[in-house]
């Protein structure tokens, strides 16, 4: 807490712009008799004053900065803004005979708006400056030098070292440990397939996973949790996702498989509400509309609300060579099956005719 500062100034001068900027402050504390014992917490804010471009203030705590050095003076250092800065600051007090007595000196350190610098005097009380010759006129004068610099500075002069952080493998890890079955807790049966995994892990991906496991919905038989309506390869698809967060590798089989595997990922995905992996399948969807699979893809996209694989077909049929395309045979179905969607389609296809009209 901030007590009332109008009687406190701040000088700076000898600023040097280099790498390090720089400069002298005095911070004077009028009527000094007046401001001590107001306990600890509670302190002097200094004018804001302008050293590298960045406002900063001087707090001066006659009474403690916290608890544990209540009646003992402290001096903090606060910028006053969100960036994060490197500095050093050294203080003395005016018309001091020995300053190395009482003068505080901060290693560099990074500041910002939730760190700021503090010096403690473990054997200085407030009361005794008086009798040290350090008050004069009823007045305390703090003097710091100041030096602030941008960490990108000083990597760039070289005065910081820079240290390489290799990139995480957690995902990696966590895919051992599914494939091999460390600490494995709970089994899914998937027609002939047994498959073992770690409840927190299916826990954290998915709240179906969640419920089915640790809610209500929990399995009254937890030895072995059989899955139905979906392809072994599915399922493992969906484990690999829960514990790497990427795509099974699907390199060995052709392209129509792959898409197939997609497709019934997708359903998984929904299933389970895993959306990210959902709208993966859905990405991965969008860029493979052919007109051999497009009454199956329109099915998957209106079925499971899937809006941007909707508006993809809606485009691709929009722009088809298929100039007849209203008066098919496959468009009867589409519009059979899936009414809504069909009504698009002749919206759009009729829109694209005016324009190339």
């Not at 610099?149 to 820079?162: I, T």
């Not at 893809?297 to 395309?325: E, N, P, W």
Request: hydrophobic share 45%; charged share 20%.
């Amino acid at each position: 807490m901030a007590a009332p500062s109008n009687m406190t100034s701040v000088t700076v001068s000898s600023f040097t712009p280099e790498i390090l900027y720089s400069a002298q402050v005095e911070f004077k504390i009028q009527n000094y008799n007046e401001r001590i014992n107001i306990g600890y917490a509670t302190f002097l804010r200094s004018p804001a004053f302008t050293v590298g471009g960045y406002e900063w203030t001087l707090n001066y705590y006659p009474d403690g900065r916290s608890e544990q050095t209540e009646g003992h003076v402290s001096v903090a250092l606060e910028l006053m803004g969100t960036e994060t800065l490197w500095a050093i600051l050294s203080l003395t007090f005016a018309d001091q005979v020995d300053r190395s007595a009482w003068a505080g000196w901060a290693t560099a350190a990074f500041l910002n708006s939730n760190n700021n610098f503090t010096f403690y005097w473990p054997e200085l009380r407030s009361e005794v400056f008086e009798q040290m010759g350090l008050v004069q006129n009823d007045c305390l004068e703090i003097q710091c030098q100041i030096s602030v610099c941008r960490p990108n500075q000083l990597l760039k002069a070289g005065l910081l070292p820079e240290v390489e952080v290799p990139a995480s493998d957690m995902l990696q890890n966590l895919g051992r440990f599914m494939a091999d079955h460390v600490a494995a807790d709970v089994m899914f049966k998937v027609e002939q397939e047994t498959f073992q995994a770690h409840r927190i892990m299916l826990a954290a991906c998915s709240p179906v996973f969640d419920k089915q496991l640790n809610g209500q919905m929990r399995e009254k038989d937890m030895g072995c949790i059989l899955v139905h309506d979906m392809q072994p390869a599915v399922f493992q698809a969906l484990l690999h996702f829960v514990y790497t967060d990427s795509l099974i590798d699907m390199s060995d089989k052709v392209v129509g498989d792959q898409i197939e595997l997609i497709r019934h990922l997708l359903v998984a995905a929904d299933r389970y509400c895993m959306d990210r992996l959902k709208n993966i399948c859905e990405g991965i969807l969008c860029k493979c509309v052919d007109m051999e699979s497009l009454l199956t893809t329109v099915g998957l996209a209106d079925q499971y609300h899937c809006m941007k694989l909707l508006a993809a077909c809606v485009d691709f049929l929009k722009y088809s060579v298929q100039r007849d395309i209203v008066e098919s045979q496959w468009y009867q179905v589409l519009r059979d099956n899936h009414p809504d969607v069909a009504a698009q389609i002749c919206k759009g296809v009729e829109d694209v005719r005016k324009l190339i009209n």
